[in-house]
């Protein structure tokens, strides 16, 4: 097991209560990309009963490229953003991922063909590719130690507002379905034209809100440190927390650049030490998405269909989902400074491992209603205050200054390739294995991640961006436990 960080004094202790209003808004300003993230990630759900039928996908291979289409373009977008960060900026990525977002929104919405569809949602992720690799690393790297957990979770904080707001959004421009409605039906109805549509139009409004909220924050003091522009990194870091803790920051920050080597980041990417630490951001990274909460929310209609829900009353379940899924995150928000991230983690994974295996056996035995409604809030329940923000916390801090934006790019890469597998592949597999042979398949998956985090999963928690890169350096990434 990676054992626990030298005790001494902590960045924590000597920061001291840091934590003025202007941290909260520019942290929270820089977390809107994961309002424009979740909101998207989800409205597709919703809407995907009615543009299926306009655009008559009626096999799984057309149904499943819809769905996961937009994480091509997230794949991209989280592989650029490492080199574009390091060269521009945190700041101005941020700017650009909302741009690209509210055009891609209006241009989804507008589409008037398959194939039309499937670029403006590809140029939509490759925007939240951008800002779901660029928005925790930007806020971890403006956080005082004592608050980083808690910073870097509004992020999950407006991810999962995103889903709220689009399943509620979903809920209110659907229009009741008939029961036993046919598909043609269903076309010419305002669902089938024009419902969907606006689903996906009205992402347009709180991009614009993060575009505008771009313009107020500071740019990364570390990347300005990174750049030797100090003047300027000393200047954000007094407005975020005052002249003493901008003397700590700058004052560590020194110390640990000059212990690095001279050679490429990239070439101390590839490092037999950090690669050990890139292999746990990855790795963590796949669990976060291959525990199979996901497929909940992208496949919300097929799940609760496959529990006895109609379609009216499947809409509102998902609004249920999206409630528990805001409650738990915040228990989590108040959690991670207290209890740690390796203690969520593990017991997350531990819950999901259970949750799954039992919610798979209700399935193989043909239950429905309230108990499948109960055991799905319970899984989400889990991941909301595990899996869901505590990777983001760590894989914005585990990684060295220098090499952060490169490491962080190849971690949310991964965690998009991902999320493309799965999404893509579960019509498939719930053809081939059902719902049960699904959820079980989960419940192996989040066991082995289990075991892995138990043995390689270090402590973070209270030690600044600097300790734990020093760190990771004195043990070469192979500590003991």
Known sequence: MIGPMPASETGAQREGRVGSAYLWIAASAGALGGLLFGYDWVVIGGA????????????????GWAMSCALIG?????????????????????????????????????????????????LGGYAIGLASGISPMYIAEISPARLRGRLVSLNQMAIVSGILLAQVVNWLIARPVPAGATAQQILVSWNGQWGWRWMFAVTAIPSLLFLAATFLVPESPRWLATKGREAEAQR????????????????????????????????????????????????????????????????????????????????????????VNV???????????????????????T????????????????????????????????????????????????????????AMSISVAALWMACFVLTYTFPLLNAGLGAAGSFWTFAAICLAGLLYLYFRLPETQGKTLEEIETWLRSSRGEVKG
Request: some cysteine.
């Open 48 to 63: 995907k009963p009615f543009y299926e039928i306009y655009f008559h996908l009626d096999r799984p291979e057309l149904q």
């Open 236 to 323: 954000a870091l007094e407005r975020l927390g005052g002249p003493e803790y901008a003397r700590h920051v700058l004052k560590d920050f020194k110390e640990v650049s000059g212990e690095q080597s001279r050679g490429t980041a990239w070439r101390e990417l590839a490092a037999p030490g950090m690669g050990k630490v890139l292999l746990l951001g990855v790795l963590l990274a796949v669990l976060q998405q291959w525990c199979g909460i996901n497929v909940i929310f992208n496949y919300a209609q097929e799940i609760f269909a496959a529990a006895g829900y109609q379609i009216s009353g499947i809409l509102f379940d998902i609004v249920i989902t999206g409630a």
């Open 351 to 406: 819950g999901l491992v259970l949750i799954y295996a039992v919610l798979g056996a209700c399935y193989h035995l043909h239950l429905r209603g309230t108990p499948m409604l109960l055991l799905v809030l319970a899984a989400i329940a889990c991941y909301s205050m595990s899996l869901a923000p505590v990777t983001w916390v760590v894989i914005a801090e585990i990684f060295p200054n220098r090499i952060r934006a490169g």
């Open 74 to 122: 997230c794949l991209i977008g989280a592989m650029s953003s490492g080199s574009l960060s390091n060269g521009l900026g945190r700041k101005r990525l941020l700017t650009l991922a909302a741009t690209v977002f509210a055009i891609s929104s209006l241009g989804t919405g507008l589409a008037s063909r398959f194939s039309v569809f499937v670029v403006w949602r590809i």
């Open 327 to 349: 409650a738990f995150t915040i228990v989590a928000f108040g959690a991670i400074d207290r209890f740690g991230r390796r203690f969520l983690l593990l017991t997350g994974a």
